[in-house]
């Protein structure tokens, strides 16, 4: 029971981090129409912000201490970060210590920049062309970014911590009547479940509160009727387009003190939220954030000792094989609406 | 002549002509001049060229005709590539039956894939070819180690078995042979200041790119090659017309599969080892790039585009920036080291980057590639080409 | 007997009656047209009669064959051939390789692998669809791009490519929707040629009365997903229940 408890908890973090990108990746399907093999570069794009934000705050500048001469008698320099002498060392410190959490507002901005670019500079000319067209372009830009990221941050994953006080686990099991330590779970990865059901909740507020959601709506269900009550739905997309990267990106700047960025981080993550969207079901928001989580938890379960024992190496292909029995079975997926992407 | 129309037998015969003459061609410049590093006329790189050639040749099958994007190729040339090398352990060093081995098994195994596969069209059929390759990634890379040796990638050693061959020869593994002949047997021909360098590997797989190139024309304007390009245009009216899309989709999802197990095969005879990450998903978008660069649905253009891509590949690997100090010395000091420092990103580790603004260029601006680029170009030239030629426009399969 | 028989044929989509008891029998031979207001169910009734859907209750018998719950292909090779309301033909290929494609697939059945043959040595295939195209007068745009026709040539050819299966039956939906009242006559014209030169059974699902009355030896009127009437053109203009059935749309 304990054992099953724990890979359900394990199984969020992950699951949360499928959903929040198979959601922006319906969103663009859904209203684009465009099948965006960057996202997950975008995701990256996210984890790199938090990382740039941690690299900003720890710029220093040489500063000569007023006490200090060194042996020579020269004048002694003491490395200054520009935050403790902003802020005072106190807040300084405060401040380095919570620069994931401080990354998203730092992030949001870059992000609406690089999803208005992305949508504006390339995918709106892609509208009317094959769906092979708009993967591969995709595809090309998604191995574009990364290189660039490669480029400037090197290959090797970039450690980034979460605040202090996340660092330590909390023991669940004690809270339900376990023994000590049969649950333990990091301070963090609840911190991340907590956001991404916000996100979540947020967009999907959006969506179903806003005149702006409303007509986002319409439009996804039928794209010409709306166009024809002379709403500009282009422009309305192109924020959505936006949105949607921002709630990538944001995924990506959270996810960094679970798993260290690195460039091709994208690319993985990429894959298997296509997989998640196949199985939720192409064009249904809410099939794919309950597939995300789904798969998250059925990747956790295969991972444990028990099932790796029985066959192993099923924790790599778990959720492939899910996605082929789905699609084989229920071949729109599990929410999957008729029509979309039928032709 | 062998069945082919004029114009596709001197297509084949350029084909003839390019690989067998490749040695002289590739190798332009004196071996001691500067501009001997644009020379690409060694054993190595081109059996590569042919081979990625076979590959793509193989896929446009599939893309070029049927319009069926596959994003898992990679996987079908990675499980020949296994097969080969087992059949180079138990068996024997003759390469004809690895290369035989490896084409049955990414048969059947695309036969699988397909069948799953195709039961979805567009978008859907991308996703689950990728979901398969990536799969079949994850499985050699752990899960089939005791198959595949995961990490490491399976190779030979000093005690295989090798029923009807040889465990060792004086301490060594032996070479790859076909019957005889190593594959790793070179001439060197030295004409003055050049050398060229006739390779045994090289020219059997080179006159296996010149019978998939041929069976690919035979396909192309068979019924078969008509049905697929009906496919591609209309389905609905396809059905409508009494034709079932399911077996001929197979079939044309299989031929191409055994074509990236007959490349995967070649490799090994080549250099008879086999790495999990040659099935991984960046290994079949660099085929799609080939097939697109070169122009998808036409004969030549897959085998230009595997030619260009493994050239440029090897060319900019070389580059560093000292190479490039040299190139651009005749320039202001200045100014040569911002040119420098602009395209140091694009060069030698940045391959990638510019394969992947190859990629978007491609598709933006050229969607029919270069053979339709080299169109455009002749097009202007020849003024008097009538403007309505709309016909060879969409389809330059020439 | 009909050469199709349709027999209490109903369905329902969620709480609508589509189609309820429908009974209809197309002579051999015959042009026979369905007509009815907007949502009587004629889209439904064609849909059943090609596979596309399965009816709830009663059955379809092309030919003394059920086709219910047969593929779109399996009932073209049982001889039933269909024109749609835009014309769909294969626009990337040349006119030639559109009129070549049913001939293949009347040869050869739903499936063959001659995948090593030319397709310019099958000589029979290539005189038929010569043929073909000399019998629609298309022969002069042979190598043009299908794409590129205009609206009228494309519907020529793609009547050209149902033709030359032979079918037993033709279906027609809506073969004039959305022309000009010259491309309708050329329409009808063409029909009218087909029907003299050949023995042929047509089926016509139709909005315009112009082309079913110029048309049609039979014609059935659908009403709210029933036959009303069953009757030759001349009775049918009179009857007080088509009048009732159109008038009821019109004051709509």
Known sequence: ?343 | MLGLQAKDFRLLLIVVAMTMLAPFILNPFPVNSAMAQFNAGYPDLMQRFVIFGIFAIGFNILFGLTGYLSFGHAAFLGVGSYAGVWMLKLLTMNVVPAILLSVIVAGLFSVIVGYVSLRRSGIYFSILTLAFAQMSFALAYSVLTPLTNGETGLQLSLDDPRVLGVTQVDGTIPAPHLFGASMRASYDLVLGGWQFTFNVGYYLSAVVLVLAFYLAIRIFRSPFGLMLRAVKSNQQRMSYTGLNLKPYMLAAFVISGMYAGLAGGLMVAMDPLAGAERMQWTASGEVVLMTILGGAGTLIGPVLGAGFIKYFENIFSKINDTVLHQWFGFMPDGLEDVVVFIVHPFIGKGWHLTLGLLFMLVVIFLPGGLVQGGQKIGGLFRRKAPADDSATRKQPAE | MGILEVKNVGKRFGGLKALDNVNLNVMENTVHAIIGPNGAGKSTLLNCLIGKLIPDTGSVMFDGQSVLGRKPHEINQMGISRVFQTPEIFGDLTVFENVMIPIFAKRDGAFRMHAIESVRRETDIVEAAEAMLADVKMLEKRDAHAGSLSRGDKRRLEMAMCLCQQPKLLLLDEPTAGMARADTNNTIDLLKEIKASRPITMCIIEHDMHVVFSLAERITVLAQGTPLVEDTPENIKGHPKVKEAYLGEAAH
Not at chain 1, 51 to 63: C, F, K
Not at chain 1, 275 to 281: E, L
Request: glycine share 10%; proline share 5%; net charge negative.
């Open chain 1, 1 to 343: 029971m304990d054992a099953i408890l724990l890979q359900i908890l394990n199984g969020l973090d992950k699951g949360s981090a499928y959903a929040l990108i198979a959601l922006g990746l319906t969103l663009i399907f859904g209203t684009l129409g465009v099948v965006n093999f960057a996202h997950g570069a975008i995701f990256m794009i996210g984890a790199f912000c938090a990382v740039t934000l941690s690299r900003l705050l720890s710029l220093s500048h040489p500063s000569a201490e007023p006490t200090g001469t060194d042996f020579l008698g020269n004048p002694k320099f003491d490395d200054v970060l520009y935050v403790n002498e902003w802020f005072g060392e106190t807040a300084g410190a405060f401040i380095i210590d919570w620069s994931v959490p401080l990354a998203i507002l730092f992030a949001i901005p870059i992000m609406v920049a690089v999803g208005f670019i992305m949508e504006r500079g390339l995918i709106k000319h892609f509208y009317k062309r094959p769906h092979a067209d708009q993967i591969l372009v995709t595809f090309g830009l998604a191995i574009v970014l990364q290189e660039v990221i490669k480029y400037f941050y090197g290959a090797n994953p970039i450690p980034t911590p979460a605040p202090e006080v996340f660092r330590g686990s909390f023991d669940f099991g004690v809270l339900l009547g376990f023994e000590a330590n049969a649950i333990i779970y990091p301070y963090w990865r609840m911190v991340y479940f907590a956001f991404a059901l916000v996100l979540i909740t947020a967009v999907f507020g959006f969506l179903q509160f806003t005149t702006f959601g409303m007509v986002v709506r319409a439009g996804m269900a039928d794209r010409e009727t709306v166009g024809l009550l002379g709403i500009n739905i282009d422009k309305r997309f192109t924020i959505m387009f936006a949105i949607a990267a921002c709630v990538a990106g944001l995924a990506g700047v959270m996810y960094t003190p679970i798993n260290s960025p690195n460039y091709h981080m994208g690319m993985d993550f990429l894959v298997l939220s296509f997989v998640v969207v196949v199985v939720g079901g192409m064009g249904s928001l809410p099939g794919a954030v309950l597939a995300g989580f789904l798969l998250g938890i059925l990747e956790s379960f295969a991972s444990m000792p028990v099932m790796t024992s029985l066959i192993p190496g099923i924790n790599q292909i778990i959720i492939y094989l899910v996605a082929i029995v789905v699609l084989l079975t229920r071949p729109r997926g599990l929410m999957g609406r008729r029509g979309v992407m039928e032709e």
